[in-house]
Every structure is written in C-alpha cells, then in structure tokens.
C-alpha cells in the first residue's frame, strides 16, 4: 500500500468551506488505494493572533511559553479536519505532535526534530486509519512542548514522509506551485515544473517563503518526494527533486528577506584575533551571521559590518556593547530598515555576466546597493528596505522579459 503525506498551510483550512475542500483531497487520496497521513497548520492567520495575544501580556515572554502558546493554533486545525473526515464516514485520528511521536531538541521557538517514534502512526496506518497530524510542533525530553519555528509545517510533512518512507509529500498551500519570485509580488513571475533541491534550498533561506528551509535541507537528505501545489485550483504544482532541468534557465528564482539587521562594528582594533573574538562571541549566543563586510584598515582601526535576523538584532548589540573593551571596539550600530534580494540559479556559475546583469538592473532603478554576497548559486545584495519590491521587479524583468 502507497503511503501519501500531504501538508494543508493556513490559507488551504482558514474556514469551514476550506476544510471541507481539504477533507475532499484527504479522502480522494485514500480512495484512490493509498494510506493518507495528512500534516495542517493552524487555521488562516491563527498563529499571528496568538503572537498579538502574546505580545499585549509580554512582549519579553520566554520561549518556552511562547512555544505553548503558539502550538495552539495546531490543535484546533487537527480536530476541525478530522471531524469532516469523520463525517464522510472515513476512519481517521488527529494527533498532536508528541503523540505523533516527534522528539525535537530544547531550542525553543526552533526547535529541530531528533526523532520520530513512529509506532502508533504505523500501527494506526495498518488499520488503515487518516492521520492527522498538528505541523509545527514537538516534545523535548522534559516533556515540553516546542515549535520548529514559524512555517515549521513544511518541516514535520517532510520528516514524516522520510520517517515513514512515504511515496511522495505533497506540499498544498495557497499558490500552484513554486515561481521565479513571489507571484503576489510580480505579476509576469512564471511557474516552475520543477526545481532542484540545492536551488530551493537557497530560494527558501533566502526568503521565498514557500517552503520553510529546513524542509527542503531534509528531503534533499532523505531524499524525498516533494510537490508544491494549490489545495484550490487542483492543477499539478512544482516537482522538487535532486536534478532539475529549470527549462534552461540562467537563474530559477528571486527572492526577498525583510527580515534582517544590519550590524556595524566601529573602530575596531586592527590586529589578527579581533574578529575572530567578535564572531566567537555571537556565535555562543547562537546568532547566526549571515553577509560579512571588514573596510580597509586605516590609524589602526577598521571597521566590521554584517548581517543577522532582525530577531536576533537587539540581542548581538546589547551582546557585543557589553564586551567592546575585550574586544576593543568603539561602537556599534543596528539598522533594521534593510532588505536581502538574491537571485539564485544553478546555471549562474558557467554564465559570465550575471552579475552585472544583476546590478545594471538595480543602477537603472535607481537603486543602491550596500553589500553583496555570491556563492556558486547566488548572489545577494542588501539594499535599503523602501528599494526592495521594486528591486525584485527589475532584477525579475533584466532576467526573464
Ligand atoms: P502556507 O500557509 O500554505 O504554508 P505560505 O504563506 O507559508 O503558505 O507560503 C505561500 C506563499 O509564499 C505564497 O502565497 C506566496 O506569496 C509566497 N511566495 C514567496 N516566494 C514565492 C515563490 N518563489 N513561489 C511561490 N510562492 C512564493
Ligand atoms: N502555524 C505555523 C506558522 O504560522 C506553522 C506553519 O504554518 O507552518 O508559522
Ligand atoms: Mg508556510
């Protein structure tokens, strides 16, 4: 018996008529002769609200409540789904995230999946029991509640369907499937039929919120099936697999991160160990650093400029402020108002030319560039955070019109 994962976003169960669609695919599915284990999240835009209810009690609340808090939505969406299936006259169960068996580590509010104890899945399965389980959440090993963070769902479909060794994962959210750039954003973007793992790596770390990274780090381990498509329209969507010919072209996305802080450090001692010290130092506290930019040094001092998520902003300044005479560093300097486009494309590499492509676009628009960052298949650049739609659209027109 084929097993399917399939994986409903917010929008695909925002209302009752939404649900029921769902529980339409579900039962379609597993009347074509297949075992369904289906993964929701919460309803619509249920986990902002809980964020707002959040943030009116604390603002500072700890991650751990938060985590509680949040694996809320998950729950109600479960036993929504499972009651319409079960009104079709279909065995089915809902289930949390631990009774799923998900194992995640302590990192609260990101919590990654140790293990599935997949036990009482597959002994449901062998009934021929529908799956429901919440997306997003787990259990660490003192029996709390974690969440992989936000669009986390993504994650536990592609690591069911792995543990479970699944035929494919099917990925319906509220677009047919993945495009050049963001379809809401630019109206002439193109669908994919399909895209490679490393290409949709980089296009979902670097903002194409389609797909939640870590999901697609995981498929491309265990080498999963995926599909993303539309749980309205029913059209085939975008195939993500370990080759993909992107119909030839240069680059296969642009992509767009608001979500970043630009640091710079000031006047720092010109001497070897320097950065190593700065970096060791958020690296302790988990920040990751993303574009990293050192001027030329100049009266024995030079200057360190990088980026972090916005999140963790406040946290590297007060971190590196409390420390700027062991390191020995004058000042520091936060700038939320900043933006990351990036083109990605695997046929960058054996194409000369696509970067000044890249920066022809952005200098007809007017548009100033403060970093940039390449590797084989990308390159970023952070601009001011008013510039970055209009730079999606250009950069998108210089390479596709
Ligand atoms: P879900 O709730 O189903 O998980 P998300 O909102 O997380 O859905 O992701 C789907 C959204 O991702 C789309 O509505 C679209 O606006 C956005 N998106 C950003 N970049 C892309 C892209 N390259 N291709 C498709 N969608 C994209
Ligand atoms: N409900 C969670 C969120 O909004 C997880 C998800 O949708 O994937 O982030
Ligand atoms: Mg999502």
Known sequence: MNLIVQKFGGTSVADAARVENVADIITETYKQGNNVVAVVSAQGKFTDVLVDKANEINPKASKREMDMLLS???????????????????????????????????????????????????????????????????????????????????????????????????????????????????????????????????LATLGAQVLHNRSVEMAKRYNVDVEVLSSLTRKPGTIIKEEAEVEKMIISGVA?????????????????????RLFSLLAKEKINVDIILQSVGRDGTKDITFTVSKDNGARAVEVLEQNKKNIGIKGVVCDTNCAKVSIVGAGMESNPGVASKLFDALASHNINIDMVSTSEIKISVLIDVKDADRAVVAIHDAFYN
Not at 262 to 275: F, M, N, Q, T, Y
């Open 256 to 276: 767009k991160d608001t979500s970043i802080a630009r640091i710079s450090v000031l006047e720092l001692v010109d001497k070897p160990g320097v950065a190593f």
């Open 72 to 202: 809320a939505g998950e729950q109600i969406s479960v036993a929504l789904l499972a009651m319409a299936i079960e009104k079709r006259g279909f065995p089915v169960k809902s289930f949390l995230g631990w009774q799923a068996g998900f194992q995640t580590d302590s990192n609260y509010s990101n919590a990654r999946i140790r293990t599935i104890k997949k036990e009482r899945i597959e002994n449901e399965l062998a009934k021929r029991t529908i799956i429901i389980v919440a997306g997003f959440q787990g259990i660490n090993r003192y029996d709390d509640v974690t969440t992989l963070g936000r669009g986390g769902s993504d994650t536990s479909a592609v690591a069911l369907a792995a543990a479970l060794n699944a035929k494919k994962c099917q990925i319906y959210t509220d677009v047919d499937g993945v495009y050049t750039a963001d379809p809401r954003l630019v109206k002439t973007a193109q669908k994919l039929d399909s895209i490679s793992y490393d290409e949709m790596l980089e």
